[in-house]
């Protein structure tokens, strides 16, 4: 399982740096900052795509969350998100059911819906969407 993450985390470490190519034939380099997140304690977030870069479509963000800690309970009331589980291990409370966060777990967040994501021992790293975007 040990090679599984470290895959995970090259993988997600390849698209820190990597490249969009969009429609209007441009590439755009994958060199955002992380943002600490202002309210919760280790994650840190790049946004990638927003609506400037969709047309207002949905967003695209790397989720960053350290070992042992949490996004905290919270909803989008007007977006669906989605979380795809690159590398890590944790729990989301999607509303009344528990997802199991583990690589290839794609989870489905419906608008309005509570949720929090909680990083166990070996942290959690996602690829996070929203229709329409968050920013």
Not at 16 to 41: M, Q, S
Not at 93 to 103: K, M, S
Not at 114 to 132: D, M, N, R, S, W
Request: with cysteine; glycine share 8%; net charge negative.
């Amino acid at each position: 399982m040990q090679n599984l993450h470290e895959a995970g985390k090259r993988l997600f470490a390849a698209f820190e740096h990597g490249e969009i190519a969009l429609p209007e034939n441009k590439a755009l380099r994958l060199e955002r900052e992380w943002i600490p997140h202002t309210v919760f304690k280790g994650v840190a977030l790049k946004h990638v795509l927003t609506a400037a870069d969709t047309d207002g479509a949905f967003s695209y963000h790397l989720v960053r969350i350290e070992p042992d800690c949490m996004i905290g309970q919270h909803n989008h009331a007007t977006q669906c998100e989605t979380h795809e589980v690159i590398a890590g291990n944790g729990i989301c409370q999607n509303g009344e059911i528990q997802v199991d966060y583990r690589p290839g777990v794609i989870a489905v967040i419906k608008a309005g819906t509570q949720h929090t994501v909680e990083a166990q021992e070996e942290g959690l790293l996602l690829f996070a969407k929203f229709i329409p975007p968050l920013l």
